[in-house]
Nanobody, 124 residues
Framework: QVQLVESGGGLVQAGGSLRLTCAASGRTSSAYAMGWFRQAPGKERELVAA????????YIADSVKGRFTISKDNTKSTIYLQMNNLKPEDTAVYYC?????????????????WGQGTRVTVSS
């Protein structure tokens, strides 16, 4: 079992920044991928960013490209989502996800492990 715990959400004005953190614990294997999904009210959950276990491959959704970056700290089994120039349409609950073994294409990330979610609200 893998446990994922997110933190870092909150309320921010448009143009502001937040950094989300997802810490993995439990049976983390050597090969995996982790990523961030978000779900806005009335909308489907969408993949925002993903990264593989060695950081060699990343995926960033077009809707956030140039504003969001994903990174990881292997020593802590932790990933981060740095969100800059936030917009009201970024308002959502952000979920961390992990999949092992990692998918061939990060855009297809759909692991069995989910965090509890952290809410991000961007005011205009």
């Amino acid at each position: 079992q893998v446990q994922l715990v997110e933190s870092g959400g909150g309320l921010v004005q448009a143009g502001g920044s937040l950094r989300l953190t997802c810490a993995a614990s439990g049976r983390t294997s050597s090969a995996y991928a982790m990523g961030w999904f978000r779900q806005a009210p009335g909308k489907e959950r969408e993949l925002v960013a993903a990264i593989n276990w060695n950081g060699a491959n990343e995926y960033i959704a077009d809707s956030v490209k140039g504003r969001f970056t994903i990174s990881k700290d292997n020593t802590k089994s932790t990933i981060y989502l740095q969100m800059n120039n936030l917009k009201p349409e970024d308002t959502a609950v952000y979920y961390c996800n992990a999949e092992s073994p990692p998918p061939l294409l990060l855009i297809t990330l759909s692991g069995d492990y989910w965090g509890q979610g952290t809410r991000v609200t961007v005011s205009s």
